[in-house]
């Protein structure tokens, strides 16, 4: 009779041993305590990882920001916008325009008139500037504010209801321009010429962020013409300010700025540059929409 080897049903016992009644080497009381004791532990984790988030909740408001001492300024942005902020086409080809006016049209299309007739919604702050609009604290009770109604007709020739080419079409481009928004922002318009370049002092006046567009190289002295600019005061009012955020302002429209290029030089590349002024809107070379933007225009022809 062949002898029993030692090792025989060795790794069937450790996975069940019957005659210990042990699962893996463990009794039943020994794998219920170490279950406990996981349970336990990485409860006692989620709950000090759960309170964390929670007391950090509690410092954080709904409505803004908490730390907005790093926070920079507002872009200063345009449509029709651009790949590599170049805009060319020519007057006498209707497809070399039609993308920016299309863009410029669905831009505008919050600012049609029937969109801001809810009375509950929107209110009339005005078509001349004004102070700055106080409608409570952000952290008040009162709920969501009232927004200022802006008519896209007080943008004049660039407004797109008459020319829905916005000037594209004879030569004439116009360019709607925006502030862009931050919770409880207030720009503060600027309260001496000291920092403003002699050609756009005359822009300053009170209650208006001033917007200023110029030809960015020397040699392009004369060959922008004349820049028209629509919109209340010519630049941004104050009483469109301050922006109270998504949730308490959903339906705020910024105030728009039109500007058209109304004889500009046909067949040549310009390189223009338009900037608002104020107290608290500084510039940086890092971003080229800080307080500011340039383009590239050119109109052809032919």
Known sequence: MPVQNKDDGG?????????????????????????????????CLAGIFI?????MLLTLSNYKPTWQDRIAPPGLTHSPRSDKAELTFSVN???TYLKYTKSMNSF???????????QMKFED??????EYKHRGDLESEIGVRKACRFSRS???PCSGVEDRDFGFRDGKPCLIVKLNRIVNFRPKPPQSN?????????????NVIPLYCHNKRE???????????????GGFPLQYYPYYGKLLHPQYLQPLVAIQFVNITMNYELRIECRVFGENIQYSDKDRYQGRFDIKITVNNY
């Open 11 to 43: 790794w069937k016992k450790f996975l069940w041993n019957s005659e210990t009644r042990e699962l893996l080497g463990r009794t039943g009381g020994s794998w219920a305590k170490i279950l406990l004791f996981y349970v336990i532990f990485y409860g």
């Open 51 to 55: 309170g964390t988030i929670q007391a």
């Open 93 to 95: 080809d209707v497809e």
């Open 108 to 118: 505008m299309d919050a600012y049609n008139e029937e969109n801001q007739r809810d």
């Open 125 to 130: 702050c005005g078509e001349q500037p004004d």
């Open 154 to 156: 007080i943008l004049g």
């Open 194 to 206: 000291e920092s403003i370049p002699e050609e756009a002092q005359h822009k300053v006046q009170p």
């Open 219 to 233: 040699e392009d002295e004369g060959k922008l013409g004349e820049v028209r600019y629509y919109g209340i005061g």
